[in-house]
C-alpha cells in the first residue's frame, strides 16, 4: 500500500554518509581504528561518559558488560542479575552467556524496573540489576542507582532506546557501571548497525578493549601507529571475543551523531502531536514519561484492551505499528522462569508502538490517532 504508515522508517544524511565512507576506502582503513577512534572520542564529548568503547552491536556491548564484571569481580556460575522481562532478548541473553541467572522483577507505569519488585528479588546470589530505558524513558531510574549503591549490586543500563535521552538535563551514568547503546539501524542514532559500552570504571573499558578483540593485548591500529620494528608483537593474556566495531560504522555514526538532538526534538514533536489526538479518551492509555527525564522518544506506546485486534485492524487501515515487548517468559527460552510479574504480563497483552520517525508529519500522526481511536472505540462502545 503506497500510503501505508509504517513503524520504523531511518533517515540518513546520505552525502555526509558516503563522504565518511569514501574516506576509509581512500585510506585503505575500513575496520577497528581511525573512524572508530573518531566516533568514541566524540561520544565521550557528547554524552560526558568517562569511558566509550564501540562495538559491533549493543548486544556485544551487554555481553561484554557482564562478562568483564564477572571476571573482575569473581562472580560465579548460577549467581543472579536481576532484570526485565519487558524487552528485547538480548538484554537476557547477556546474562545467559555469562552461565549467570537471570532474576525478572516486575515493572511500573513506566514499563520500567519497579524498584519494589527489584528489592523483593535479592537474595545472597545476587550480583547485578540490568535497567532497561524502555523507548527513551528513564522510569525510576534514580531509586534504582540508590538502591543498587545501598545493596553494593552493580548496575548496567541498558541504554539502546535512550541515544540524546537525559535525566534531569544531563546524560544518565551517574551511580551507574555501565551505560550500553544501540546504533542499529532504526534506532535514534542508526548505522547499519553498531553499538557502545561506556564504563565509569577506566580498567574495565582497558579490559573490554582486550575482550571484544579476542583477547589480544593490542589492536591492530594501535599497532600500526606504534613505532620500531616489533610493532607486530603482541600478547594474547586471555580468551576474548571478537565483537570491536568498525569505520565504516563508526564514519556514519560521526554524522548521524550531528544531528541526533534535532532528530530528537522533532521525534518529541510527533509524540505531542500524539498526545494531543488521544488526549480526549480514557480507553488508551498513553505509557507516560518519568518527571526528569527528557526521553529521547524511540517509541511512543499505548496500552489498550484487545490488542492484536486492534494492531490487525491497524494493518487492515495501512498502518503497521510495533510491539515492544511481549514478555520474555512468553519465549520457550525462558518460559521456564517463575511468572510472578503481573504488571508485565498485563503489560505485554495491551501495549502497542505507534510508528515513530522522522518521515512522518503532523496529517501522518492524526491519521493514525484517529484511526486507533476509532477501532478501539468500535471494540469498546
Known sequence: MSDSIQLFVPTFRVEECLAE??????KGWTGLGFKTV??????KAYTGHR?????????????????????????RDGDEVISTPITFVSTNHSILY??????FADVDEYGCLDPDSVEQRVTSRTRAVIFVGLGGNTGRLPQIIEFCRAKGLKLILDAAHMAGARLNGSTPD???????????????????????????????????????????????????????????????????????????MAGIGLVQLKYLDQDNAYRRQLSAWYDEFLGGTNVIRRVPTAPGCESSRHLYQVCVPHRDEVFLALNNAGIFPGVHYRTNTDYAMYRHMA?????????SKEVISLPLHLRLQRADVERVSRQLIDIVSDQNP
Not at 51 to 75: C, D, I, P, Q
Not at 175 to 197: E, Q, R, W
Not at 339 to 347: K, L, Q, T, V
Request: overall charge negative; hydrophobic content about 40%.
Open 38 to 43: 573518531q566516533f568514541e572520542n566524540a561520544w
Open 51 to 75: 569511558n566509550a568503547h564501540f562495538l559491533a552491536s549493543a548486544t556485544a556491548g551487554l555481553h561484554l558488560a557482564v562478562h568483564v564484571m564477572k571476571e573482575r569481580y569473581g562472580w
Open 98 to 103: 555469562e552461565r549467570l541467572n537471570a532474576i
Open 21 to 26: 565512507i569514501r574516506e576509509c576506502f581512500e
Open 339 to 347: 511468572d510472578d510479574c503481573p504488571n508485565a504480563g498485563a503489560f
Open 174 to 248: 551517574k551511580g551507574i557501571d555501565a551505560v550500553v547503546y544501540s546504533f542499529h539501524a532504526v534506532k535514534n542514532l542508526p548505522t547499519a548497525d553498531s553499538g557502545m559500552v561506556c564504563f565509569a570504571d577506566q580498567e574495565l573499558d582497558a579490559l573490554v578493549r582486550q575482550q571484544s578483540w579476542l583477547g589480544i593485548d593490542k589492536d591492530t591500529f594501535t599497532r600500526t601507529l606504534s613505532g620500531g620494528a616489533y610493532k607486530w608483537h603482541y600478547d594474547v593474556p586471555r580468551v576474548g571475543f571478537k565483537s570491536h566495531g568498525n569505520s565504516i
